[in-house]
């Protein structure tokens, strides 16, 4: 059987994860970029072009037919919101795209639409604006304030974020375009890793407390099971019911686990998830071969692991200089 | 012989390449946190106060005395500044420090100094203000335009970074304290990993020219000989002449280097050169055991060579949950 893994990027360690999860012939990994490390540890690669180009899907799909793929993992959340939306195309052809359906991957690709989606599902979530006369208005009525938190509407990590302390600092940052004002939640932040298999009730929870970020990455973090961050993505996956890994960010204040991002794919510390027996690749492959079982609900795992990520490097001889 | 490598942090493959640099007995590491990836790789580490803790220095001397160690590579620019200042304590008990004499470290880490320095020198220098009445003269008086670069004058990496476009950015962000204003140099940017043996002309040079910053480290680079990169870093170490490693970024335009900054360290981006052959870790054994030699000043290296950077990562079982 084989894998693609697309958006490949720097996710070497993700290649072989695959690799080692049994019964995959290839591991193949799709970039824009020549300068992507990760499609150098893959069985053979790819260069595709850009996701928001009219190419990419049909590039994608040719790859799939010529190399014999069996299953997709979009590794990049826009990566995911092209091709949910031809997971049909694909599933003629017996291509299994791991990402949610794409109503699904709107939500998460959208932060006010994800705000909406969450608090008409009772499920906690900062209060969020498009609107800068609204936040004034809250702000004036007593129902908000300062600091905020500005960040971009559809954009990945930090992209974009700022902390606003006062109305000035709101009215410079403020543009119409792309931007959402965000309540800040002052409390610990968590990472879920999460796994479904289009089953409302089975799926696989890791959850990580974040010890040290980075450029909006986790790069330090310690297992954990707190029980308001699993009720919280108890409460997600039994709404969403999706196919594949999910990365979740949750804040707890006030005995209240409030989301603050859904990525629908692998996340950036999943590997600490994979340390203490996650396994996704390897519950992806059974699945694709029927042998997915009933997953334990409990949070069997060791709690106090600790991940520190470092930096590793790949060379090659090209022809730049 | 027993190296001790301090602030280790992120720098796990450092300790690999100092134990691979042979005729060292052990690589031990120092930080201040025991969630530093680093210190896990060396033969045996120490947790240490913050740098700025007054038991600092007195903490690491009893390390070297009580475990043997010959010479000490601080890997911080604040470790740098502060070990730079005892070089002679560590010197009476036969410790060697690879860094700068503290009046070339104190230049390295104040980005004003550093600029006066260069100028004096007639080095190329971007255009650097720590008095925001002289930007805007220069502004009105057309010696100056937008935009224009606002950051720390002693902070590190991309450390409070800010590009202003107009005079609005610049009264919004300008702030007394510990804020700089520079003139953007728009080029091509090029860093470079020398070594320098405490003589004016005994010094190896590796150039890259940068593909790819992230947080304001290098996540991509290409091995180069630019000339007029050479010239510019030949320039600087004829009048620096230290003992160690330098990190140096250069940005070229309209056929001048322009130094940005200079970090009296092993730079982030060290990996590529000795990829390439630098092997500064077997270099500084070797002026250990005085076994040194004259270095050949020409750029003796494969161009072209591409590095990428990746995310690896290590685990323990802490105490922490």
Redo the contacts between chains.
């Keep these: 059987m084989n894998i693609l893994l697309t958006s490949i990027g ?4 993700l290649v072989d994860y695959f690799k080692s999860s049994g019964k995959v012939s290839n591991v193949f990994s799709a970039d824009n970029s020549s ?4 499609i150098y540890n893959s069985d053979k690669y790819f260069l595709v072009p850009k996701i928001d180009d009219v190419a990419y899907v049909t590039n994608i799909l040719d790859i799939c037919v010529n190399n014999s793929v069996s299953a997709l993992i979009p590794l990049h959340d826009l990566d995911s919101l092209v091709l949910s939306r031809e997971k049909l195309r694909f599933q003629d052809l017996g291509i299994k795209i791991f990402t949610p359906e794409n109503e699904v991957v709107e939500i998460c690709f959208d932060k006010y639409k994800c705000y909406e989606f969450l608090r008409s599902h009772n499920i906690p979530v900062p209060k969020t604006y498009i609107d800068l006369q609204k936040v004034k208005q809250d702000i004036n009525e007593g129902l908000l304030s300062f600091p905020l938190i500005l960040k971009s509407r559809t954009g990945s990590a930090s992209k974009g974020l700022q902390k606003l302390e006062n109305v000035d600092d709101l009215n ?1 940052f403020w543009s119409e375009k792309d931007t959402i004002i965000q309540e800040l939640i002052d409390g610990v932040e968590y990472g879920v890793d999460a796994l479904q298999l289009n089953s409302k009730d089975n799926y696989k929870v890791y959850i990580k ?1 974040k ?2 970020m ?2 909006g990455e986790t ?2 973090a ?4 707190n029980k308001i961050v699993y009720s919280t993505i108890c409460q997600l996956l039994e709404q969403l019911v999706i196919l594949g890994p999910l990365d979740v960010d949750i804040v707890i204040k006030d005995n209240l686990g409030y989301i603050i991002d859904i990525n629908p794919r692998f996340g ?1 510390g999943y ?2 998830s994979h ?1 203490v027996g996650a396994n996704f690749p390897k519950e992806i492959i059974k699945s694709l071969l029927n042998e997915s079982r009933l997953f334990d609900s409990n949070l069997k795992y ?20």
Tied chains: 1, 2.
């Excluded at 300068?35 to 990760?38: I, R, S, T, V």
């Excluded at 310690?222 to 099971?225: A, C, P, Q």
Aim: a positive charge; hydrophobic letters at 35%.
């Design positions: 720097i996710r070497s360690y300068l992507a490390p990760g410079y407390k010890l040290w980075r450029a790069d330090k310690v297992t954990s099971k950036g590997s600490l340390e060791d709690e106090g692991v600790i991940m520190m990520k470092h930096p590793q490097f790949t060379f090659f001889k090209g022809g730049l200089s």
